[in-house]
Structure formats: structure tokens, C-alpha cells
């Protein structure tokens, strides 16, 4: 299975709304989808867990969605801490695999 | 807290190993699976393969086969990925990371990561 993400890069100002897109090249089971956030030299970050629970501390501007191919990250008001790259992960039983990220970035 | 604590970096020549260490504290290491993941300068997130802490058995991913190896030890709590005939390409940072079973087996926790450096 294939994740791509969309757009590559995504240019927006504080205040404004994010979609970030994942899309499978097969069906996939919305439970074992997940989204990372990492900054410049740190380490990932777990973001949303089973497509769309927020995981521990994640502020409630983060939200997740989507099934079968298509799933989405949403940051309702980007604050300038959200500026960052973002995966999405596919786990199955004995596998797993990344989509080649979206650099979420200033305008 | 939990806290996955990693092995400084290496610096290696090609067709030379590597083993970098992950050591776990702040839960019970066995209740969890380690997976491994890279990430070559300026690239993506590649998952390479997880183990066991329990049992021991280890998958990899396709790309790695015959050349990685994750083992562990119980004792001391910490994990180890081993990479041999290293390749100009294996340069990345080396990340480990632990799945909770309880939020859908998602990569909670990382490592800090630890730089591959392969040069001739």
C-alpha cells in the first residue's frame, strides 16, 4: 500500500485553516491510520491516532478524518507552532509505511 | 514518563555494520512492540521493521531484508537494530519508537534518533 499526501507544500498565515490530504492506493482500515508532526531536528510527534482521536495533548485545533482511501488532517486556526512537516502512517499486522509527508509553511 | 534514550551517533565505511541501541524506561518493556524508522537528510520517514519486546519476533520491511537485524534484551530494557554491508545511502538519522496497543498500536514515543554517518 502507497500513502500520498497533498499538496508537497502548503503556504497559509496564522489564523487561517490547514487541510492536509492522505490518499491510499488501496482501502485501507481507518484504525491503524495515524499523523505525525515533526520540526526541524526533533524527533516525530504522534498528532492523530485511528484517523481521527487526538492524541495526548494535542490542543482540540487538530482534527482528523476521512476512510477507505482518503483520509484528512485539519488545523482549524494555525498557530505558528503548527508550521511544520506532517506524515501519515499506515500500520497492518506485520508492516507499515509513511506517506513522503506535507511541509506545512509560513506565508 | 516513558523515554526511549538512543546511542550517539557513527560515523562508518561502506560494507561495515552498525548497531544502535534504544533503551526504554517510565513502562513495562515488554508490554510493546519497538519499530524502527530512518529518515535520510532532507527525506521522508521510512519504517524499517519492529520487534517484539516480549516474544523477540522481529518483521522487516521488504527493502531491508537480509541486511537489518532487531533483537533485544529484557534485562536492561533496550532494543537494537543492526544494519550490515552499509551503503552510502544508509546515511539517516535512525529513530526508535514504541506502538501502544491502547491507542490503536500508533507510534507514541520516539527516541531522539541517532545519525549514520556512512563514508568512504
Known amino acids: 500500500i502507497v500513502l500520498t499526501q497533498s499538496p508537497g507544500t502548503l503556504s497559509l498565515s496564522p489564523g487561517e485553516r490547514a487541510t492536509l490530504s492522505c490518499r491510499a492506493s488501496q482501502s485501507i482500515r481507518a484504525s491503524y491510520l495515524a499523523w505525525y508532526q515533526q520540526k526541524p531536528g526533533q524527533s516525530p510527534r504522534l498528532v492523530i491516532y485511528g484517523a481521527s482521536a487526538r492524541a495526548t495533548d494535542i490542543p482540540d485545533r487538530f482534527s482528523g478524518g476521512g476512510s477507505g482511501t482518503d483520509f484528512t488532517l485539519t488545523i482549524s486556526r494555525l498557530e505558528p507552532e503548527d508550521f511544520a512537516v506532517y506524515y501519515c502512517q499506515h500500520y497492518g499486522a506485520s508492516w507499515s509505511t509513511f506517506g513522503q509527508g506535507t511541509k506545512l509553511e509560513i506565508k | 514518563q516513558v523515554q526511549l534514550v538512543q546511542s550517539g551517533a557513527e560515523v562508518k565505511k561502506p560494507g561495515a555494520s552498525v548497531k544502535v541501541s534504544c533503551k526504554a524506561s517510565g513502562y513495562t518493556f515488554i508490554d510493546n512492540y519497538i519499530h524502527w524508522v530512518r529518515q535520510a537528510p532532507g527525506q521522508g520517514l521510512e519504517w524499517m521493521g519492529w520487534?517484539?519486546?516480549?516474544?523477540?519476533?522481529?518483521k522487516y520491511a521488504q527493502s531491508f531484508q537480509g541486511r537489518v537485524t532487531m533483537t533485544r534484551d529484557t534485562i536492561i530494557s533496550t532494543a537494537y537494530l543492526e544494519l550490515s554491508r552499509l551503503r552510502s545511502d544508509d546515511t539517516a538519522v535512525y529513530f526508535c519508537?514504541?506502538?501502544?496497543?491502547?491507542?490503536?498500536?500508533?507510534?507514541?514515543?520516539w527516541g531522539q534518533g541517532t545519525l549514520v554517518t556512512v563514508s568512504p
Open positions: 519508537a514504541r506502538d501502544d496497543p491502547e491507542i490503536a498500536a500508533a507510534l507514541s514515543d
Open positions: 520487534i517484539n519486546a516480549n516474544s523477540g519476533v522481529s
